[in-house]
């Protein structure tokens, strides 16, 4: 049976609430999450917590603040383009505040938080929306397998639960 380490593609179902028990998100139930681990595709103390585990091992995390979103900054609105905001949730119309966007930067996809939408203009804060909060992951590993030289080459897990090209 493998264990956890650099180069291995990690399936996983999660379970994330916040410091007050509040359910943010899960995927239990629909497809496992999956990262090749080693590769800075994970949070830093989530991967370290997982290393060496294998299929069937579960663990229960809490990440201060510091450990996964870091601390909430002020002055981080911006306003940005209507167009610019991609995922409106399905049955939607409209952007409202307090919906979770995401937006191209160039530093990649990154998640923002609608404040105020306007007919062309919107203005999104770039804090992560957990920033600032202690967070409770549950986690079951469901796979572990080497990961092909592709994936590899890439830094990050294809097939079911990964990147898909």
Not at 31 to 44: C, F, Q, R, S, W
């Amino acid at each position: 049976m493998s264990s956890i380490s650099d180069n291995k593609v990690v399936q996983f179902f999660y379970t994330l609430t916040e410091a007050d028990g509040t359910l943010s998100e899960s995927n239990r139930g629909e497809e496992p999450m999956a990262y090749l681990h080693g590769h800075g595709g994970m949070i830093p103390a989530i991967e370290t917590a997982l290393e060496g585990k294998a299929a069937g091992d579960s663990l229960e995390l809490t990440l201060s603040p510091d450990q996964a979103y870091g601390e909430r900054q002020e002055g981080q609105q911006l306003r940005v383009p209507m167009k610019h905001l991609q995922g409106l949730p399905k049955g939607s119309r409209a952007w409202k505040p307090g919906m979770i966007a995401v937006v191209q930067t160039e530093q990649g996809m990154r998640q923002v938080t609608v404040v105020k939408p306007g007919l062309k203009m919107v203005t999104v804060d770039t804090n992560h929306p957990l920033a600032g909060k202690t967070l409770n992951y549950s986690i079951e590993v469901v796979s572990v397998r080497d990961a092909t030289d592709e994936e590899i080459a890439h830094g990050h897990a294809h097939g079911v639960g990964g990147h898909h090209h």
